[in-house]
């Protein structure tokens, strides 16, 4: 339920601001803005951002297939405290992954970043910590495919070929993971056991 009012927001917030520059500009990240002007909503709010229809719909399908499914694993070891747990865990993988934008970046007045892709990339973490052994795509195990995909965003990072914020995305991945297990430092011994169950 939460997953789906996180996507229902996050869907008004990013189409309104497809035709609203006032609205883009107020929430967008901006390391060299946030220093300056002390405008740290931006941190949070650009998770909220995306920067066209394909960009939007990628990140809130990846949170559908996954955050209904963290929700319920949440619910299992956190029971009543599940839903603010969840909300927790959400936005503050949005700041988490901002946060090595912001300070590598806090004296580039042109450096702009936005999309829930740190977040969403948390909410796919934590599920492979419960599911290490899920196939992903059909042939890969969960864990197998984390590893590639941390691998992957430190890779394109270096390269910087593009104008995708890899380091958020690999950041995100692994504030999800850290987040989790402080609250629940068992599911470390749980993951383990489910990869290598003797």
Sequence with gaps: MVTYILIGITCLISIQAFSNQNLLNKLILSPYRIKNNGEWIRMLGSGFLHADWNHLLINMFVLYMFGTQVER???????????????????????????????KNQNNSSYLSLGASGATSAIVFVDILFNPMQLFYGIIPGFMFGILYLAYCQYAARQNADRINHEAHFYGAVYGLLFTLVFKPGLLKFFWHQIWPN
Excluded: K
């Excluded at 949440?74 to 300070?103: R, W």
């Design 73 to 103: 694993e949440y619910q299992f070891v956190f029971g009543n405290a599940a839903i603010p747990m969840y909300l927790a865990l959400y936005l503050s993988s949005i700041v988490a992954a901002n946060s090595s934008s912001f300070l």
